[in-house]
C-alpha cells in the first residue's frame, strides 16, 4: 500500500473550479499533482503556481495550467509535504530543498494543507536534521553562526564532488539540533544571522495535517484555537 499515494489524493477533496492552487514540492506532494492532472483532464479549471522546478515541470507534463505571481491577487489552497509535524503542527520542511520558496507560497495561501504519513508525526522536532539555506558567500562564516545555537552542521552535496544548490542558487546546511523545545525562538535566531536566508522551521502556518497510515486511515489534525 502506497501510502502516500492515498494521503496526498485525499488533499484533492479540498480544490474547486476557480482555485489558485499551490503545489508543493516532494515525494508526497508529487502524488497530489499526479492527481490533480486527472482532474484537470476530466474538466476541473485551476491555475497553479509551484514551490520548485521539479514540481512546475511535472505540473507541466499534466497540462496543470502554471501561472507567475505577478498573475495572481492571492493562492487560495496550498498543498504540500513536511518532513517532521509536532502536536501544535510546527513543521520541519525543506528535505526535498525547496523550503524557501515553500515558504512563500505558503504565507500566500489562505490555507495551507500539509499531507504526511504517519512516520512524520513526532514528540518533538529536531530528529530530521533542520535545513537552513545560506548564500554563498562567507559560507563557513554563517556556518559557524549557525552551529553557536547549539547544532552540528553538513553542507549538503548533490554528490561527493559537488555541493547541492537551490533553485535559488543557494547551499543548505543540514543542522543537527536534537530535539527542538523552542521552535519559534530558534526560527527567529536563525533568522537573523546574516548570511541566512531561510530555515525549514515552518511556524504557525499549517492549520491542517493530513496523516496517512499504513491500514489505509487517513487522520485529519486541526490547529487548535
Known amino acids: 500500500m502506497n501510502v502516500k499515494k492515498i494521503v496526498a489524493e485525499s488533499a484533492v477533496k479540498y480544490i474547486q473550479d476557480g ?20 482532474m484537470v483532464e476530466d474538466g476541473l479549471e485551476i491555475k497553479a503556481v509551484a514551490t520548485s522546478v521539479e514540481s512546475e515541470v511535472l505540473a507541466k507534463e499534466l497540462e496543470i495550467p502554471i501561472v ?28 526535498g530543498g525547496a523550503l524557501l520558496r515553500e515558504k512563500i507560497v505558503a504565507n500566500a495561501c489562505q490555507q495551507l494543507i500539509i499531507i504526511v504519513d504517519e512516520t512524520k508525526k513526532v ?10 539555506e545560506v548564500v554563498p558567500f562567507a559560507l563557513s562564516l554563517t556556518k559557524k553562526k549557525v552551529e553557536e545555537l547549539g547544532c552540528k552542521s553538513e553542507i549538503r552535496m548533490s554528490d561527493e564532488n559537488h555541493r547541492y544548490r537551490t533553485d535559488n542558487g543557494n547551499f543548505i546546511l543540514d543542522c543537527e539540533f536534537g530535539n527542538i523545545s523552542h521552535p519559534q525562538e530558534l526560527h527567529q535566531q536563525l533568522n537573523m544571522i546574516p548570511g541566512v536566508v531561510d530555515n525549514g522551521l515552518f511556524i504557525n502556518l499549517a492549520p491542517r495535517v493530513l496523516v496517512g497510515y499504513k491500514n489505509g486511515n487517513i487522520e485529519t489534525l486541526k490547529k487548535s484555537e
Open 123 to 132: 514528540k518533538h522536532l529536531g530528529t530530521f536534521p533542520l535545513p537552513v
Open 68 to 95: 507567475n505571481f505577478e498573475e495572481i491577487d492571492q493562492i487560495d489552497v496550498t498543498v504540500d509535504g513536511a518532513d517532521e509535524v509536532d502536536p501544535g503542527l510546527n513543521l520541519i520542511k525543506g528535505g
Open 19 to 38: 482555485m489558485v492552487v499551490g503545489l508543493g514540492s516532494g515525494t508526497t506532494a508529487h502524488w497530489f499533482i499526479k492527481k490533480l492532472g486527472q
